[in-house]
């Protein structure tokens, strides 16, 4: 156990649905980063989030969104949902001192039918 | 923005051999940090080894290590006397001075019985 919490660990939905997937970050890590990965593919860094407020943002489709609640809580909302949004999503927390290693959840599996 | 860059898309090695997974990475920044994360069959990402960049010394972790050249901006992971779990696809990765992390596109370690 990572201490990352993804949820939920998979979900199928249909094409045009909205998709709301969470995330609770390692105890004490301040930062969170969502990542995509399609099927055979690398990490698509998407949007990280410092205590709340935004920090960076990658390539991340207007149709997705996310935030960062005062508890540290994450979430990353997915609209209109297309057959090539089917990849797998992850959190991932940092404390952002020291050696900031990246400690990931188990990502939750998106497939859009 | 930094680079990351795994030129073998796909290894093998004998159980019981030595293998070394290449990496290269651009930067203009001086400190920063670098790991190599390990994403076996279940799709979690594993933090395999980190090396600080002002640190001259290899970093090690049992049977992985890494070779270091910062001159050279070359990073490559050791793995000696692979095992049947060393299988999976291993991701080079950078974290900037702004704490963002960048991922090189994965090499994937298929170990031979």
């Known amino acids: 156990d990572s201490g990352v919490t993804q949820t939920p660990k998979h979900l199928i939905t249909a094409t045009g649905q909205r998709v709301t997937l969470r995330c609770s970050p390692r105890?004490?890590?301040?930062?969170v980063y969502w990542y995509q990965q399609s099927l055979d593919q690398g990490l698509q860094f998407l949007i990280q989030?410092?205590?709340?407020?935004?920090?960076a943002k990658g390539n991340i489709l207007e149709r997705f969104s996310a935030q960062q609640f005062p508890d540290l809580h994450s979430e990353l909302n997915l609209s209109s949902l297309e057959l090539g949004d089917s990849a797998l999503y992850f959190c991932?927390?940092?404390?952002?001192?020291?050696?900031?290693?990246?400690?990931f959840g188990a990502g939750s599996r998106l497939t859009v039918l | 923005a930094q680079t990351v860059t795994q030129s073998q898309p796909e290894m093998s090695v004998q159980e019981a051999e030595t293998v070394t997974l290449s990496c290269t990475y651009d930067?203009?920044?001086?400190?920063?940090?670098l790991f190599w994360y390990k994403q076996p069959p279940s799709r979690q990402m594993i933090l395999v080894i980190r090396?600080?960049?002002?640190?001259?010394q290899n970093a090690t972790e049992n049977r992985f290590s890494v070779n270091f050249q910062k001159a050279a901006k070359s990073f490559s992971l050791k793995i000696s006397d692979s095992q049947l779990g060393d299988a999976a696809m291993y991701f080079c990765?950078?974290?900037?001075?702004?704490?963002?992390?960048?991922f090189g596109t994965g090499t994937s370690l298929t170990v031979i019985p």
């Open positions: 991932a927390s940092s404390a952002l001192s020291g050696a900031n290693v990246l400690t």
């Open positions: 105890s004490g890590d301040l930062s």
């Open positions: 989030y410092y205590n709340g407020e935004e920090r």
């Open positions: 930067t203009s920044e001086s400190d920063y940090y």
């Open positions: 090396q600080e960049a002002y640190k001259q």
């Open positions: 990765a950078y974290r900037s001075g702004g704490n963002q992390f960048y």
